[in-house]
């Protein structure tokens, strides 16, 4: 009998996943952000779910967990979606540990200086979606800090966020500042910290092109944009100038325009 010419793959046992999910877990949806976890952080991931769609997909990440003795399975695509609590999981999740948040510490501020990278930060982006588009931009070009502030209203991690970044998540590393005015002034001492408004600012090519600290560029809230204690602590504000046919950008866009020019070479 002839042979197959494209012989199926033939995946690992499938070992059992009988315990209960914890509550505390996160979950990581769509194959984008799956391959960058396995690719960043296999040791992090706890189980992993696919349909028939991604049976193929799966296969080596199958190997990967089969090989650390973790469970991993195909399932109806409903329960993929009972698990996740969303249809958005483009058939494929991964369930891990929570990724750990660390706390801004300006004596790291200042290795971070050294390195000559710039740092972006979030002060009341609230849209999770937002934040997930941001954190892949950021990845895209290389950005590797992420700084986020105490705001009541700032965005953090969430299974939205990490959907929507297509694994930028992953390779973006997110800081917390607590008591957020105090902590930019502290961050004065490796960066310039540079804020945006609309209207009166500075132009970015001006302000970037300055020599010498490395820049920390602040993103406000969705509506009203950074309030004025933030404001006040930055030694710079820039404005993005538009045609004034409409007032302003999303954020997210505005962020990719200001990321894409962070990350280029500067004198």
Known sequence: MARAPFPHKKQPPRRPDTTPIRPDSDKVAGLPAVKALFAHDPARIERLFYDERMKDAANEMCKVMAAAHKPYRMAPTEELTKILGSPLHGGILAVTRPKPIRIF??????????????????????????????????AFFGLERLLLSDHPGQAGPSEAALRVSEGGLEWVEVIRAQKFVAALKRLRDSHRVVGTALGSG????????????????????????????????CDDIVTLPGSGRVQSLNVAATAAILIHELAKPRR
Do not use: F, Q, S, Y
């Not at 290795?111 to 740092?119: I, V």
């Not at 001006?206 to 950074?226: C, F, H, M, Q, Y």
């Open 105 to 138: 510490d300006p004596a790291e501020a200042h290795l971070w200086a050294k390195e000559g990278k710039p740092l972006l930060v979030l002060d009341g982006v609230g849209n999770p979606h937002n934040l997930g588009a941001i954190a892949r931009t950021m």
């Open 202 to 233: 500075k132009p970015l090519a001006e302000v970037l092109n300055r020599p010498g600290k490395p820049v920390a560029l602040i993103l406000g809230n969705e509506e009203d944009g950074l309030p004025p204690a933030t404001l006040a602590a």
